[in-house]
């Protein structure tokens, strides 16, 4: 897996935290009297019966002594959201203002890849649109933060639900100086900083900003005190909320949390909820990616983002050795008056080489310490903090994320200041190193304090990190867009190591994005979130993926695509949706779709439509297979259509999948319906979907070769040191065990075996046995009372609801007792009998037999049994 310096943005890790849950409560509860005989304390009241009514608290208490309470609505687990190490140094520093200061340099390129330098230059800054933040908290005392807070300020209101060590408070006061709350500072700017130590601005600096703390110094919130935020966010009147967090992988059942509810309450309420779609993919070409989301990005109604990579890395800085020049990327340039020695270590992830270094070392603050960054040994996994200069040499490689230029965020490695080296120049001043003697007769020298920004390979594609979607099982497309997050500069707290710093995550393209929101927002202050996304949406520019340029990035990493702000403003024609899911309609017909067009202008205009496929995914993959390749689906369109000026117009087409699909591989397929006017401008609508009928796929696996037969069932013997299989009747002694495998290929919602007498007329879909072998029976000395489909049946063996996995479904059994619809289980006795295995279909009923896939396997004779 590829780690890089300055992925910082999402919490990765999570867990329940003991004892802890979220009551929602009827409002006219008297939990407190209730209650009065448990032993807890209360972390967070919810007092608005708009967005949510409830209490989280903590103590001695399970969640069935809560359920029990009358007034008490659900009850959920409060969860430990962490950060990356990145934010955990949690010193409270000062500003150094002697730190050498930068000149020249133009920083402009993640603005100029969303057009919001244009917008910019029109005025269109975001005024009027407040957002709120839920983060670390902010350092509001930075120049280019207005230097202030409060009213009047571009900082302009927010709340403290957490002190730096953790403990949990009520403040109106957001500040974060701790270098370990500077994640909050760093997602600010990007929405709102203006010119300061470096000529760099945010994407709506004109927007108020409302900051909302909800993690502390080390990089921890509970999951009540995030929604206590959302609920402040609400009722302070926020345009939109940015979230660059997460909380876990999304569940495969139905549970909500309750955190979902708020998010849907502020949706409701006209308040967008951006969310960052996670740092979890692995950044291979050749490892499974999909579905690393994380909730609450995966909420239907949350807007979620993925990250595209700046197409500059934005400061890099020369030294001089006797040779010629070194570059280097640093967020400020060293500062070495005669010069600095260099010492290189090999393996920069073992202590001893540092501990070796440190002592050979004779003046360790005029030496730079030098090792090779590699993907088993990145940048932030090497080096002590006690070493003041650190430089990364990076190596030679053919993944273009690990070529570029690097930095972890200011404090990572306490007061080190960090350098890094592209392969190139690590190569050369390893070779200028070795030819005048090495360590004490090598200097650096860095006179020059002007940076450039250098082109990156990954520049304006999906960042490494950039979670995939989609949705289980809805298919809903997560990201839905992407923004710039990829190395991006931005405000940092105020420090001895300057007050900014250059970060990657979608924690970065969540601001971004939320920005964006704001400068459409304050074009269209009546647009509902669903119209601005849709301007987003269809406005963006699709990308192609990072290795293989031919073709599109599948929809699932990149969403819509690379905003554009601009066009998103300007554009004379409104799409919706703006987003398709491709899959089945009544049971029956597959990738039927439409969009409404319409002609805001005042001129007519014809349309015409076109396709574009992107990346397809499977979810299990072979063995050397790229988890995107080039197989496209095809869409029929009707002719091209004139639509009068302030009119619209429904297109109806459809999208047939591709030749070639594995179903039981879980793959995932999508691509980009074109639409082109007659003035020019095109627009995209994305869609995704499973490449195949969910509803009339096979969800038996069904096996009739050299290498076995499946589904199968088997006995064993007494000692258990042999196995008996059978496809006309099988012998079964219980108490010995027997057993059965009847894999499934797909999700399903209902899996189970029912026990049915051997002479049941029940048709399948499959049959594990010859029918043409006639056999006499031996009736049970029970009657069956339960019924399958109107058929008489003993009960059940299996019945497994929720989600199910497809896989093997393994039974195992050493008695003959079966579960009755009540729950009960009773011995059927010896007998012969029938397994008959059903797994629902997608969209399919419980009660209907044809919307399940059925298999009925052979006789299965229990003998030897007392009943």
Same mark, same amino acid.
């Given at each position: 897996?590829?780690?890089?310096?300055?992925?910082?943005? /999402?919490?990765?890790?999570? @867990?329940?935290?003991?004892?802890?849950?979220?009551?929602?409560? @009827?409002?006219?509860?008297?939990?407190?009297?209730?209650?009065?005989?448990?032993?807890?304390?209360?972390?967070?009241?919810?007092?608005?019966?708009?967005?949510?009514?409830?209490?989280?608290?903590?103590?001695?208490?399970?969640?069935?002594?809560?359920?029990?309470?009358?007034?008490?609505?659900?009850?959920?687990?409060?969860?430990?959201?962490?950060?990356?190490?990145?934010?955990? &140094?949690?010193?409270?520093?000062?500003?150094?203002?002697?730190?050498?200061?930068?000149?020249?340099?133009?920083?402009?390129?993640?603005?100029?890849?969303?057009?919001?330098? *244009?917008?910019?230059?029109?005025?269109?800054?975001?005024?009027?649109?407040?957002?709120?933040?839920?983060?670390?908290?902010?350092?509001?005392?930075?120049?280019?933060?207005?230097?202030?807070?409060?009213?009047?300020?571009?900082?302009?209101?927010?709340?403290?639900?957490?002190?730096?060590?953790?403990?949990?408070?009520?403040?109106?006061?957001?500040?974060?100086?701790?270098?370990?709350?500077? &994640?909050?500072?760093?997602? $600010?700017?990007?929405?709102?900083?203006?010119?300061? +130590?470096?000529?760099?601005?945010?994407?709506?600096?004109?927007?108020?900003?409302?900051?909302?703390?909800?993690?502390?110094?080390?990089?921890?919130?509970?999951?009540?005190?995030?929604?206590?935020?959302?609920?402040?966010?609400? !009722?302070?009147?926020?345009?939109?909320?940015?979230?660059?967090?997460?909380?876990?992988? %999304?569940?495969?059942?139905?549970?909500?949390?309750?955190?979902?509810?708020?998010?849907?309450?502020? +949706?409701?309420?006209?308040?967008?909820?951006?969310?960052?779609?996670?740092?979890?993919?692995?950044?291979?070409?050749?490892?499974?990616?999909?579905?690393?989301?994380?909730?609450?990005?995966?909420?239907? +109604?949350?807007?979620?983002?993925?990250?595209?990579?700046?197409?500059?890395?934005?400061?890099?800085?020369?030294?001089?050795?006797?040779?010629?020049?070194?570059?280097?990327?640093?967020?400020?340039?060293?500062?070495?008056?005669?010069?600095?020695?260099?010492?290189?270590?090999?393996?920069?992830?073992?202590?001893? %080489?540092?501990?070796?270094?440190?002592?050979?070392?004779?003046?360790?603050?005029?030496?730079?310490?030098?090792?090779?960054?590699?993907?088993?040994?990145?940048?932030?996994?090497?080096?002590?903090?006690?070493?003041?200069?650190?430089?990364?040499?990076?190596?030679?490689? $053919?993944?273009?994320? =690990?070529?570029?230029?690097?930095?972890?965020?200011?404090?990572?490695?306490?007061?080190?200041?960090?350098?890094?080296?592209?392969? /190139?120049?690590?190569?050369?001043?390893?070779?200028?190193?070795?030819?005048?003697?090495?360590?004490?007769?090598? *200097?650096?020298?860095?006179?020059?304090?002007?940076?450039?920004?250098?082109?990156?390979?990954?520049?304006?594609?999906?960042?490494?990190?950039?979670?995939?979607?989609?949705?289980?099982?809805?298919?809903?497309?997560?990201?839905?867009?992407?923004?710039?997050?990829?190395?991006?500069?931005?405000?940092?707290?105020?420090?001895?190591?300057?007050?900014?710093?250059?970060?990657?995550?979608?924690?970065?393209?969540?601001?971004?994005?939320?920005?964006?929101?704001?400068?459409?927002?304050?074009?269209?202050?009546?647009?509902?979130?669903?119209?601005?996304?849709?301007?987003?949406?269809?406005?963006?520019?699709?990308?192609?993926?990072?290795?293989?340029?031919?073709? /599109?990035?599948?929809?699932?990493?990149?969403?819509?695509?690379?905003? #554009?702000?601009?066009?998103?403003?300007?554009?004379?024609?409104?799409?919706?949706?703006?987003?398709?899911?491709?899959?089945?309609?009544?049971?029956?017909?597959?990738?039927?779709? #439409?969009?409404?067009?319409?002609?805001?202008?005042?001129?007519?205009?014809?349309?015409?439509?076109?396709?574009?496929? %992107?990346?397809?995914?499977?979810?299990?993959?072979?063995?050397?297979?790229?988890?995107?390749?080039?197989?496209?689906?095809?869409?029929?369109?009707?002719?091209?259509?004139?639509?009068?000026?302030?009119?619209?117009?429904?297109?109806?087409?459809?999208? +047939?999948?591709?030749?070639?699909?594995?179903?039981?591989?879980?793959?995932?397929?999508?691509?980009?319906?074109?639409?082109?006017?007659?003035?020019?401008? $095109?627009?995209?609508?994305?869609?995704?979907?499973?490449?195949?009928?969910?509803? #009339?796929?096979?969800?038996?696996?069904?096996?009739?070769?050299?290498?076995?037969?499946?589904? !199968?069932?088997?006995?064993?013997?007494?000692?258990?040191?042999?196995?008996?299989?059978?496809?006309?009747?099988?012998?079964? #002694?219980?108490?010995?065990?027997?057993?059965?495998?009847?894999?499934?290929?797909?999700?399903?919602?209902?899996?189970?075996?029912?026990?049915?007498?051997?002479?049941?007329?029940?048709?399948?879909?499959?049959?594990?046995?010859?029918?043409?072998?006639?056999?006499?029976?031996?009736?049970?000395?029970?009657?069956?009372? !339960?019924?399958?489909?109107?058929?008489? @049946?003993?009960?059940?063996?299996?019945?497994?609801?929720?989600?199910?996995?497809?896989?093997?479904?393994?039974?195992?059994?050493?008695?003959?007792?079966?579960?009755?619809?009540?729950? $009960?289980?009773?011995?059927?006795?010896?007998?012969?009998?029938?397994?008959?295995?059903?797994? =629902?279909?997608?969209?399919?009923?419980?009660?209907?037999?044809?919307?399940?896939?059925?298999? =009925?396997?052979?006789?299965?004779?229990?003998?030897?049994?007392?009943?």
């Amino acid at each position: 897996m590829l780690s890089l310096c300055t992925l910082l943005a /999402l919490a990765t890790t999570t @867990s329940a935290l003991f004892n802890a849950f979220i009551l929602q409560l @009827s409002e006219d509860h008297e939990f407190h009297k209730q209650a009065s005989h448990l032993s807890y304390s209360v972390r967070h009241e919810y007092r608005n019966p708009d967005v949510f009514f409830g209490l989280s608290i903590r103590g001695n208490i399970t969640k069935a002594q809560l359920q029990e309470i009358p007034g008490v609505i659900s009850v959920s687990s409060v969860y430990n959201v962490t950060l990356p190490a990145q934010n955990l &140094h949690a010193s409270t520093l000062s500003y150094n203002p002697e730190l050498s200061v930068p000149r020249n340099g133009v920083l402009s390129s993640s603005l100029e890849m969303s057009s919001v330098d *244009k917008l910019h230059q029109l005025g269109i800054k975001g005024k009027g649109i407040k957002i709120g933040v839920i983060d670390t908290g902010i350092d509001y005392r930075h120049p280019a933060l207005g230097s202030g807070f409060g009213p009047g300020h571009k900082v302009a209101g927010g709340y403290s639900f957490v002190l730096d060590n953790g403990t949990l408070d009520s403040s109106p006061d957001p500040l974060a100086t701790c270098y370990g709350g500077g &994640h909050g500072t760093h997602v $600010s700017g990007i929405i709102g900083m203006e010119p300061s +130590t470096f000529d760099i601005t945010g994407v709506a600096p004109e927007s108020s900003i409302f900051m909302y703390r909800v993690f502390d110094c080390s990089g921890h919130a509970g999951s009540d005190t995030i929604m206590a935020a959302m609920i402040k966010a609400y !009722e302070d009147g926020v345009d939109v909320v940015s979230m660059s967090l997460g909380i876990g992988p %999304a569940s495969f059942g139905d549970a909500v949390d309750p955190l979902a509810t708020v998010t849907r309450m502020l +949706t409701d309420h006209g308040i967008a909820v951006i969310v960052a779609q996670a740092n979890d993919a692995n950044g291979s070409s050749s490892t499974p990616e999909l579905y690393t989301e994380e909730w609450p990005s995966t909420e239907p +109604t949350a807007i979620s983002v993925g990250a595209i990579s700046n197409t500059h890395f934005p400061l890099v800085y020369s030294a001089t050795d006797n040779f010629g020049t070194i570059k280097y990327a640093s967020v400020y340039p060293l500062d070495f008056p005669n010069g600095a020695d260099v010492y290189i270590i090999d393996q920069g992830c073992d202590p001893n %080489a540092w501990s070796d270094a440190l002592a050979a070392i004779g003046n360790v603050n005029e030496t730079i310490v030098a090792f090779k960054a590699t993907d088993g040994c990145p940048a932030t996994s090497a080096g002590p903090a006690n070493v003041p200069h650190i430089m990364a040499l990076n190596s030679d490689t $053919s993944n273009p994320y =690990l070529s570029e230029y690097d930095t972890p965020s200011q404090g990572f490695f306490g007061t080190t200041q960090f350098i890094n080296l592209n392969s /190139l120049d690590g190569d050369t001043l390893q070779k200028n190193f070795a030819a005048v003697g090495g360590y004490s007769k090598y *200097k650096l020298f860095f006179h020059d304090k002007d940076f450039t920004s250098v082109p990156q390979r990954s520049g304006g594609m999906v960042d490494y990190y950039s979670s995939f979607g989609p949705t289980w099982h809805q298919y809903d497309l997560k990201p839905q867009i992407s923004a710039p997050g990829g190395h991006v500069l931005s405000t940092w707290p105020l420090g001895p190591l300057g007050g900014y710093a250059i970060l990657s995550g979608t924690s970065m393209a969540t601001p971004y994005l939320a920005g964006c929101y704001a400068l459409v927002k304050s074009q269209f202050p009546a647009a509902s979130i669903s119209e601005i996304q849709a301007r987003l949406q269809v406005n963006s520019i699709p990308v192609p993926w990072i290795f293989n340029k031919s073709m /599109l990035s599948a929809t699932v990493q990149q969403g819509a695509g690379l905003v #554009n702000a601009y066009d998103a403003i300007f554009a004379e024609t409104t799409i919706a949706p703006s987003q398709l899911k491709i899959t089945d309609q009544n049971k029956t017909t597959y990738g039927l779709a #439409n969009i409404t067009i319409e002609n805001t202008s005042s001129k007519p205009k014809i349309y015409s439509f076109s396709h574009e496929g %992107a990346g397809y995914m499977d979810y299990y993959m072979s063995h050397d297979e790229k988890n995107q390749v080039p197989l496209f689906g095809t869409a029929h369109f009707p002719s091209p259509t004139t639509i009068p000026p302030r009119s619209s117009a429904t297109i109806q087409f459809s999208i +047939t999948p591709p030749q070639g699909v594995v179903p039981s591989a879980l793959p995932v397929f999508g691509g980009f319906i074109k639409i082109s006017d007659s003035n020019g401008q $095109s627009f995209s609508v994305p869609y995704v979907g499973p490449p195949y009928s969910l509803f #009339n796929t096979p969800y038996i696996f069904i096996q009739n070769t050299s290498d076995g037969i499946l589904p !199968e069932v088997y006995a064993y013997n007494a000692d258990q040191s042999e196995v008996t299989y059978d496809l006309s009747l099988l012998d079964i #002694n219980a108490t010995n065990g027997y057993g059965a495998s009847i894999p499934t290929l797909q999700w399903t919602r209902a899996f189970r075996v029912d026990v049915l007498p051997a002479n049941t007329n029940i048709t399948a879909n499959y049959y594990g046995f010859d029918a043409a072998i006639k056999l006499e029976y031996m009736p049970s000395k029970l009657s069956p009372n !339960e019924k399958i489909f109107g058929f008489p @049946s003993f009960g059940t063996a299996i019945n497994s609801t929720g989600y199910v996995w497809p896989g093997g479904n393994s039974a195992f059994g050493s008695d003959d007792t079966v579960t009755r619809s009540n729950g $009960s289980r009773y011995s059927v006795g010896n007998g012969d009998y029938r397994w008959f295995a059903s797994v =629902l279909r997608a969209g399919g009923s419980d009660s209907v037999q044809s919307d399940h896939d059925t298999w =009925l396997g052979p006789v299965m004779r229990f003998n030897g049994q007392d009943i």
